[in-house]
């Protein structure tokens, strides 16, 4: 199956910093997503990708679809206290029964030390 | 976008019984999605459950352990049966909602078999 490489596995950064996480497949995807997962909630949607090439922001994210349909990044700009989370991404493929299931990352888990 | 609701939150089993898990939608879609969390790790597909049809499993699951029902275009329930420890996990409700195939998430079911 469809897997998803998520890098890195863990970050430990300092209040203010910028952050970057990356994913890679093996797999074309036809949407990249990036999503946030605080404790005891469901991940919560930051950045959709549909096309490749595309650069899209939200806020103080950014995250790229990469030209090869194959991989994406996500970047933070000056962290705040509130980033601290996992950090998953997601691709979709279109079948010929409809929109997939998303195939997650491994998750990258964002400390922010004051 | 949409607001997605489960039941229970978190339960405790005993192994050998089963628990049903409940998916609400404030509208109406017709796509949903469950997903399982083990521990500390990432979101794996379980199946896709769409109106009028029956669901269809992920490589590893089969309708027999996790039945699935779909009887309107807001409801959704997934029943985990003859639970072992194993099965211990967080149960996450998915649907594609909004503009531009955003998906959303429920805050998940988290299930503790002893």
């Known amino acids: 199956g469809q897997q998803l490489n998520q890098s890195p596995q863990s970050m430990f950064i300092q209040e203010g910093e910028d952050v970057s996480m990356n994913c890679t497949s093996s797999s074309i995807f036809n949407t990249w997503l990036w999503y946030k997962q605080d404790p005891g909630e469901g991940p919560v949607l930051l950045i959709a990708l549909y096309k490749a090439g595309e650069l899209t922001s939200n806020g103080r994210l950014t995250a790229q679809f990469g030209i090869t349909r194959k991989d994406s990044f996500l970047n933070i700009s000056a962290s705040i206290p509130s980033d601290v989370g996992i950090y998953f991404c997601?691709?979709?493929?279109?079948?010929?029964?409809?929109?997939?299931?998303?195939?997650f990352g491994k998750g990258t888990h964002l400390i922010i030390q004051p | 976008s949409a607001v997605i609701s489960q039941k229970p939150s978190r339960d405790i089993c005993q192994r050998g019984t089963s628990l049903t898990i409940q998916c609400q939608v404030d509208s109406q879609v017709t796509m949903m999605f469950w997903y399982r969390q083990q521990p500390g790790q990432s979101l794996t597909l379980i199946a896709t459950a769409n109106q009028g049809s029956e669901a269809t499993y992920e490589s590893g699951f089969v309708i027999d352990k996790f039945p699935i029902s779909r009887p309107n275009l807001t409801f959704s329930t997934l029943t985990v049966s003859n639970m072992s420890p194993e099965d211990s996990s967080i149960y996450l409700c998915?649907?594609?909602?909004?503009?531009?195939?955003?998906?959303?998430f429920g805050s998940g079911t988290r299930l503790t078999v002893v």
């Open positions: 998915s649907a594609l909602t909004g503009v531009g195939y955003g998906y959303t």
């Open positions: 997601a691709g979709q493929v279109y079948s010929g029964g409809g929109a997939d299931g998303l195939t």
